[in-house]
């Protein structure tokens, strides 16, 4: 039977990545296509005894319907933490649970696009959230990225051009996949020009607490004094990405909205895991926990980018990131980066074409990203030299 | 701040059941509002257990990334147990697993509806699909239920009415909130209806595992020979709300598109809790739990149709639904309806007025909504005295 389709699904495809993670997931291949959080940075002694807890001490309240905008406790705990420790939230703004920060993504959309409505993003950006906007029938207007975060100028002509621009999705902290993290100068640049434009900013920040090497820039959220920042927030890799718990801090007017948009679409967040997420904040040294992630990450990306230095040497240009899970590199120009990834991954190492993150994915680019947070060390150095190889045929 | 909001999102109101729950929430208010499951009926002690070994022997697993559409085990365990329980899917349908069922609305609506498009469904119906075909810009079109299922004639004439109708919305068994049970023949009727007009079926089957007495009627989807039945079933009534664990059969080629919304609305449903059912039923005396449930919500349902005899008399008419979680009762029709609900909250004890479930909410009627399943027996008498007294005032 031939089915109809909404005009919103029919062109959507599945993310590339996670097909290639599919394909890959139960061979040899080493995956340097991932995102995944690195395993040894889950706190699992404590989600063990916290789960035990719960179950032993509050099974009602872990299993039971909760109310949509996320355990009370919780939303309060992370409201001051967000306060205290980023300058996030104002008097006018509210925080709900979702499950996963990419539920803000869909949230944000729902309540604020209609169809045809116009997105800005940097491009590239991250496949997941262009194929949540594009879920919407939203037209995407890409920004190129630079070391320093998107071109300003370019975000100014594009709010010049487009109609019906609703916001700007931004990933100022290590962004997916460039890793580049955007200067304060042009987080202030960005927030003025949006409450020039009168559009609203989402802001995801799903790596924030991977910073390996120098200070936090402060988010553009801690500025918002306007109401028009809308912030994603994330337990995924600073506690597990399985358990599908984040939260957006956003204007009130506009959290409420979402509310209304996620009770009909999952109802709540899984109550015992917003039951751990609050114990693990309230009672476990969640600070620490912070730090000991760091160090894994200091310790991969740094054995990522020097054996990039080492195996690839000047086949490859690329800015050494300062934290999140990815390194974006160039090929030269007169390599055929599909046909690299492709003798990459039949010698047994799979990385991802930058096309997949493009908005437009039939937009040239040399670029191809590596992780380095899903595969262990001995993984990375063996991958790396099968890259290293595998390069010296495109030389 | 004045926020544009989208159109789907600027005419959606906060579910009014939901809105009564979170004011009765922390009172002394006897809740015949709520649509909980009985805490009783939580198998705890099987959850401590299989919580316990899941984190014992596969934490990774639990607390990694999950694939969209599901952990492969649960999806085939379940696949088996639907097809050799209830003759559902075929070779042509697809099982994934969704964040409760209410997502499985959710995805239908996105994969399959345009804005403008129409949906019908039984009159009254489950607020929280309403508006969860309302959040995509869908018109309703409600066909008027009757003791044994929705008017088969008032559908054909909406099929023949109503422009661009995707598909039809249907609770069989114990229907949310008339708790009526559709007849065998009807079933069949409205599936040849869909048939000949070209719509696909969104059957939704929450209680169906809470039948108290009379033999289980063939689920629609047990019938779908042509791929036009989508089926959502749920854990919430058999395991636990709060866990967030749905699942669909579909035909495949809809389930893919549906993955493809899931992958951009939450990546994926929580892998602990999928490790969880899986456990659960793979290892745990699953038929036996459903028999303990259907025992207590025996208890429950006979202990309050019982006390509206008894306390209510003739100041009210319904129908003993033969399971699920409530009971629709008509009031005289002089009697002004969201007065007595009002007298009801403020005697103590909150109930739904029917209004709530209507496709037009301004639609008169004179029914309200009692739930059985949230409130203590000893808490269903204290209530049904009072609402008994309430009545008399209205005599």
């Known amino acids: 039977m031939d089915y109809l389709f909404s005009n919103r699904i029919s062109s959507l495809k ?12 139960n061979s040899d291949v080493i995956a340097f296509s991932a995102g995944n959080p690195a395993v040894e940075s889950f706190p699992v002694d404590a989600v063990r005894e916290i789960s035990a807890d719960i179950l032993a ?26 306060k205290t420790k980023y300058n996030i939230g104002r008097d006018f703004d509210s925080l709900i649970i979702t499950s996963g920060a990419t539920q803000v993504m869909d ?17 590239p950006s991250f496949i997941g959230s262009l194929n949540c906007f594009r879920s919407y029938g939203c037209k995407l207007r890409g920004v190129n990225m630079q070391s320093d975060g998107l071109s300003v100028e370019e975000l100014e002509q594009a709010l010049k051009e487009e109609k019906n621009v609703r916001f700007i999705y931004l990933i100022p902290n290590f962004q997916n996949p460039t890793g580049a993290t955007m200067s304060l100068a042009k987080r202030k640049a960005v927030y003025e020009l949006a409450k020039k434009y009168g559009v609203m900013i989402l802001e995801d920040n799903p790596y924030g607490d991977t910073r390996i090497k120098g200070d936090d ?86 054995l990522m980018c020097d054996l990039i230095d080492t195996e690839l040497g000047d086949f490859v240009t690329y800015n050494r990131p300062e934290g999140g899970l990815f390194v974006w590199c ?14 990459a991954v039949e010698n047994g190492v799979a990385i991802v074409p930058g096309s997949a993150f493009m908005v437009d994915e039939k937009e040239k680019t040399q670029a191809v990203r590596l992780n380095f947070s899903t595969p262990t060390d001995e993984k990375i150095v063996e991958g790396m030299k099968i890259l290293g190889k595998a390069a010296k045929s495109f030389k």
Not at 283 to 290: Q, V, W
């Open 14 to 25: 599945p993310s590339a990545i996670r097909e290639i993670l599919k394909a890959t997931a």
């Open 57 to 82: 001490t509050r099974p009602i309240l872990a299993l039971q319907y909760g109310v949509t905008e996320g355990y009370e406790p919780l939303r309060q705990l992370l409201s001051d933490y967000m």
């Open 107 to 123: 949230l944000t959309t729902k309540v604020l696009c209609n169809e045809g409505d116009t997105v800005i993003c940097e491009n």
């Open 217 to 302: 820039v402060p988010s553009i959220k801690s500025m918002d004094e306007d109401g028009i920042v809308i912030y994603a927030g994330s337990f995924s890799k600073v506690l597990s990405p399985g358990i599908r718990v984040g939260f957006t801090v956003a204007p009130a007017a506009l959290a409420a909205k979402m509310t209304v948009g996620k009770q009909a679409g999952d109802v709540h967040t899984t109550m015992f895991f917003q039951l751990l997420v609050y114990d693990w904040m309230k009672k476990y040294d969640f600070e620490g926990h912070i730090e000991k992630i760091k160090s894994i990450y200091r310790g991969k990306l740094n």
């Open 330 to 343: 160039d090929l030269p120009a007169d390599v055929d980066m599909p046909a690299f990834c492709k003798a």
